[in-house]
């Protein structure tokens, strides 16, 4: 490389424009281990305040939690959100062992379908069928959860494949 005006690299030529630049906006190239300087930003004539400063702004991060809150009101969202709390947080609302044998299997306009992994469990839920609901209500809300319909569990299915005959299925089975 050679030092002629005329034969700059590019990249010299882009750092010493990048340079020129900078001092025109009066930044100073500070010394090593110094904090560089910083120029306050001051709005010109009609640009108005931009919501920067000591003060609170509409601006300024939130945390998140109010703003999905604010979000969920304001959008009418209560009622999805609550049916997802019900689902998502059923182990906290039943417990671990009746949660490991019961399970959501759905939820729609306020009515829970639960299913029991026994006949068993179907009933000891069922028993404890108003302690479960006092307990709904006390974690997502009153009127969320207007009926529970607890259900065993389902037979076999002896339908296989795309194509089956309709019948009484397999006879002489269960003895």
């Known amino acids: 490389m050679t030092t002629d005006d005329d034969e700059i690299d590019p990249a010299v030529a882009a750092l010493r424009r990048a340079q020129a630049e900078a001092a025109a906006r009066g930044l100073r190239r500070s010394a090593p281990g110094k ?5 306050t930003f001051r709005p010109g ?5 931009a919501g920067s400063g000591a003060g609170a702004s509409r601006r300024d991060p939130q945390l998140v939690g109010p703003v999905v809150e604010r979000l969920i009101a304001e ?11 019900v689902v998502g947080r059923w182990p906290e609302i039943v417990g671990d062992q009746l949660a490991e044998r019961c399970h959501v299997e759905t939820f729609d306009d306020a009515v829970l379908v639960v299913r029991a992994d026994s006949t068993a469990w179907a009933t000891q839920l069922r028993l ?6 006092r307990r709904i209500a006390e974690e997502v809300g ?6 529970i319909i607890i259900r065993g569990p389902g037979g076999p299915s002896w339908v296989r494949g795309p194509r089956h005959v309709r019948g009484r299925g397999p006879r002489d089975t269960y003895g």
């Not at 904090?35 to 120029?39: H, S």
């Open 142 to 147: 009153d009127g969320v959860v207007e009926e």
């Open 75 to 85: 959008r009418g969202w209560q009622a999805p959100v609550s049916i997802g709390g």
């Open 128 to 133: 404890l069928l108003p302690q479960l609901q």
């Open 45 to 49: 004539p009609g640009l108005g305040h």
């Open 35 to 39: 904090a560089p300087q910083r120029r």
